[in-house]
Protein backbone atom coordinates (compact mmCIF):
# COMPACT_ATOMS: atom_id res chain seq x y z
CA UNK A 1 0.00 0.00 0.00
CA UNK A 2 3.17 2.17 0.73
CA UNK A 3 4.42 1.42 -2.94
CA UNK A 4 1.02 2.57 -4.40
CA UNK A 5 0.71 5.87 -2.40
CA UNK A 6 4.02 7.36 -2.95
CA UNK A 7 3.61 6.33 -6.97
CA UNK A 8 0.66 8.12 -6.43
CA UNK A 9 2.16 10.77 -5.06
CA UNK A 10 4.83 10.88 -8.36
CA UNK A 11 1.59 10.65 -10.92
CA UNK A 12 0.03 13.80 -8.70
CA UNK A 13 3.34 15.49 -8.37
CA UNK A 14 3.97 16.14 -12.35
CA UNK A 15 1.62 18.33 -12.23
CA UNK A 16 1.10 19.84 -8.09
CA UNK A 17 5.54 20.10 -8.19
CA UNK A 18 4.39 23.56 -9.43
CA UNK A 19 2.52 24.46 -6.29
CA UNK A 20 4.35 23.38 -3.59
CA UNK A 21 8.67 23.00 -2.62
CA UNK A 22 9.82 19.26 -2.17
CA UNK A 23 13.04 19.62 -0.22
CA UNK A 24 12.04 17.68 1.94
CA UNK A 25 10.98 14.50 0.13
CA UNK A 26 12.72 10.87 0.85
CA UNK A 27 11.84 8.05 -0.96
CA UNK A 28 13.67 5.29 0.58
CA UNK A 29 13.42 1.68 -0.97
CA UNK A 30 16.82 -1.02 -0.97
CA UNK A 31 18.68 0.11 -4.14
CA UNK A 32 19.20 -2.69 -6.96
CA UNK A 33 21.14 -0.39 -9.70
CA UNK A 34 21.51 2.79 -10.83
CA UNK A 35 18.34 4.22 -13.48
CA UNK A 36 19.18 7.62 -15.01
CA UNK A 37 17.09 10.25 -16.56
CA UNK A 38 17.83 12.03 -19.56
CA UNK A 39 16.55 13.67 -22.28
CA UNK A 40 13.66 15.69 -20.11
CA UNK A 41 11.34 17.47 -21.88
CA UNK A 42 7.84 18.77 -21.24
CA UNK A 43 5.02 20.71 -22.69
CA UNK A 44 1.79 21.92 -20.95
CA UNK A 45 -0.85 20.47 -23.18
CA UNK A 46 -4.19 21.65 -21.72
CA UNK A 47 -6.22 24.78 -23.67
CA UNK A 48 -5.57 27.86 -22.86
CA UNK A 49 -8.76 28.55 -20.63
CA UNK A 50 -7.78 25.85 -18.38
CA UNK A 51 -7.50 27.34 -14.64
CA UNK A 52 -3.91 26.25 -14.42
CA UNK A 53 -1.17 26.41 -16.52
CA UNK A 54 2.42 25.25 -15.99
CA UNK A 55 4.58 28.39 -16.97
CA UNK A 56 8.16 26.60 -16.90
CA UNK A 57 9.53 23.35 -15.27
CA UNK A 58 13.48 22.80 -15.18
CA UNK A 59 14.95 19.29 -13.98
CA UNK A 60 18.87 19.34 -13.46
CA UNK A 61 20.90 17.55 -13.93
CA UNK A 62 20.63 15.79 -17.24
CA UNK A 63 21.10 12.89 -16.85
CA UNK A 64 19.52 12.23 -13.63
CA UNK A 65 20.36 9.64 -11.37
CA UNK A 66 18.39 7.40 -9.70
CA UNK A 67 19.36 7.11 -6.42
CA UNK A 68 20.78 10.61 -6.62
CA UNK A 69 19.70 13.87 -6.27
CA UNK A 70 17.75 16.11 -8.81
CA UNK A 71 16.86 20.08 -9.15
CA UNK A 72 13.46 21.01 -9.88
CA UNK A 73 12.55 24.57 -10.76
CA UNK A 74 8.54 25.43 -10.97
CA UNK A 75 5.99 27.87 -11.68
CA UNK A 76 2.05 27.39 -12.47
CA UNK A 77 -0.65 30.07 -13.09
CA UNK A 78 -3.70 29.25 -10.86
CA UNK A 79 -6.80 32.12 -12.38
CA UNK A 80 -9.27 30.70 -10.11
CA UNK A 81 -9.75 28.28 -7.14
CA UNK A 82 -9.22 24.17 -7.85
CA UNK A 83 -12.23 22.66 -6.61
CA UNK A 84 -12.21 19.43 -4.31
CA UNK A 85 -13.09 16.44 -6.68
CA UNK A 86 -10.25 16.60 -8.47
CA UNK A 87 -8.63 13.56 -10.21
CA UNK A 88 -5.96 12.81 -12.51
CA UNK A 89 -6.28 10.73 -15.93
CA UNK A 90 -2.41 9.55 -16.80
CA UNK A 91 -1.66 7.96 -19.84
CA UNK A 92 1.95 5.83 -20.06
CA UNK A 93 3.49 5.14 -23.19
CA UNK A 94 6.68 3.44 -24.06
CA UNK A 95 8.53 4.64 -26.95
CA UNK A 96 8.31 0.98 -29.31
CA UNK A 97 10.03 1.00 -32.83
CA UNK A 98 9.25 4.49 -33.56
CA UNK A 99 5.66 4.52 -32.12
CA UNK A 100 4.51 4.80 -28.91
CA UNK A 101 2.52 1.72 -27.05
CA UNK A 102 -0.23 2.76 -23.88
CA UNK A 103 1.14 0.83 -21.08
CA UNK A 104 -2.57 -0.54 -19.45
CA UNK A 105 -3.19 0.16 -15.69
CA UNK A 106 -2.00 -2.90 -13.92
CA UNK A 107 -1.79 -2.56 -9.70
CA UNK A 108 -2.29 1.19 -9.89
CA UNK A 109 0.55 1.75 -12.43
CA UNK A 110 0.67 2.65 -16.10
CA UNK A 111 -2.35 4.47 -17.85
CA UNK A 112 -4.48 4.97 -15.11
CA UNK A 113 -7.61 7.59 -13.43
CA UNK A 114 -6.92 8.15 -9.99
CA UNK A 115 -9.71 9.91 -7.73
CA UNK A 116 -9.70 11.63 -4.46
CA UNK A 117 -6.61 13.75 -5.22
CA UNK A 118 -7.58 16.24 -2.85
CA UNK A 119 -7.95 13.51 -0.08
CA UNK A 120 -4.69 11.97 -0.53
CA UNK A 121 -3.02 15.34 -0.77
CA UNK A 122 -3.80 16.24 2.79
CA UNK A 123 -2.51 13.11 3.62
CA UNK A 124 1.11 13.94 1.61
CA UNK A 125 1.11 17.65 1.97
CA UNK A 126 1.16 18.52 6.16
CA UNK A 127 4.57 16.05 5.95
CA UNK A 128 6.33 17.49 3.51
CA UNK A 129 4.65 20.74 2.32
CA UNK A 130 2.69 22.78 5.04
CA UNK A 131 5.97 24.39 6.38
CA UNK A 132 6.12 26.48 3.34
CA UNK A 133 2.82 27.85 3.67
CA UNK A 134 1.17 25.60 1.25
CA UNK A 135 -2.65 25.09 1.39
CA UNK A 136 -2.95 21.81 2.15
CA UNK A 137 -7.03 21.43 1.76
CA UNK A 138 -8.90 21.68 -1.02
CA UNK A 139 -9.51 23.88 -2.92
CA UNK A 140 -6.58 25.40 -3.46
CA UNK A 141 -6.88 28.88 -4.36
CA UNK A 142 -6.08 31.70 -7.65
CA UNK A 143 -2.27 32.17 -7.28
CA UNK A 144 1.00 31.82 -9.15
CA UNK A 145 3.08 29.31 -7.16
CA UNK A 146 6.79 29.59 -7.91
CA UNK A 147 9.44 26.83 -6.69
CA UNK A 148 12.89 28.57 -7.35
CA UNK A 149 15.79 25.39 -7.56
CA UNK A 150 15.14 22.98 -4.98
CA UNK A 151 17.52 19.96 -4.69
CA UNK A 152 15.30 16.70 -3.67
CA UNK A 153 16.93 13.21 -3.04
CA UNK A 154 15.84 10.62 -4.69
CA UNK A 155 16.61 7.21 -2.79
CA UNK A 156 14.10 4.78 -4.35
CA UNK A 157 15.15 2.94 -7.19
CA UNK A 158 13.08 1.40 -9.84
CA UNK A 159 13.80 -2.30 -12.05
CA UNK A 160 15.54 -2.17 -14.71
CA UNK A 161 13.02 -3.75 -17.20
CA UNK A 162 11.65 -0.02 -17.34
CA UNK A 163 14.57 0.96 -19.72
CA UNK A 164 13.27 3.08 -22.75
CA UNK A 165 11.91 6.21 -23.52
CA UNK A 166 8.86 6.95 -21.79
CA UNK A 167 5.71 9.46 -22.24
CA UNK A 168 3.56 10.42 -19.26
CA UNK A 169 0.24 12.74 -19.81
CA UNK A 170 -1.34 13.77 -16.71
CA UNK A 171 -5.07 15.64 -17.71
CA UNK A 172 -6.83 16.81 -14.26
CA UNK A 173 -10.10 17.71 -14.16
CA UNK A 174 -13.16 17.75 -12.19
CA UNK A 175 -17.24 17.59 -12.24
CA UNK A 176 -16.60 21.50 -13.21
CA UNK A 177 -14.32 20.71 -16.30
CA UNK A 178 -10.74 20.30 -17.23
CA UNK A 179 -8.39 22.09 -15.11
CA UNK A 180 -5.02 21.57 -16.43
CA UNK A 181 -3.25 19.40 -18.83
CA UNK A 182 1.14 18.16 -18.39
CA UNK A 183 2.63 15.89 -20.74
CA UNK A 184 6.41 14.56 -19.96
CA UNK A 185 9.10 12.56 -22.20
CA UNK A 186 12.11 11.19 -20.66
CA UNK A 187 14.48 7.84 -21.22
CA UNK A 188 15.63 5.59 -18.84
CA UNK A 189 18.51 3.57 -18.93
CA UNK A 190 20.56 1.94 -16.39
Known amino acids: ?22 NALKIVDKPKSILKISEFIWEDCGPSSDPAQVKSLSISPDPIAIPGNMTIAVSVDVT ?24 PCIDNVGSCTYSNICDDWAQV ?6 KYGIPCNCPLPAN ?3 IPATTVEITTTLPSIISGTFRITGDI ?8 CIRVQATLNT
Open 1 to 22: MAFYIHLRFVYITIFLLSLYNI
Open 80 to 103: SALPTDIYISVTMEKKVAGFYVKI
Open 125 to 130: CPQYFE
Open 144 to 146: TYT
Open 173 to 180: GSSEGHLA
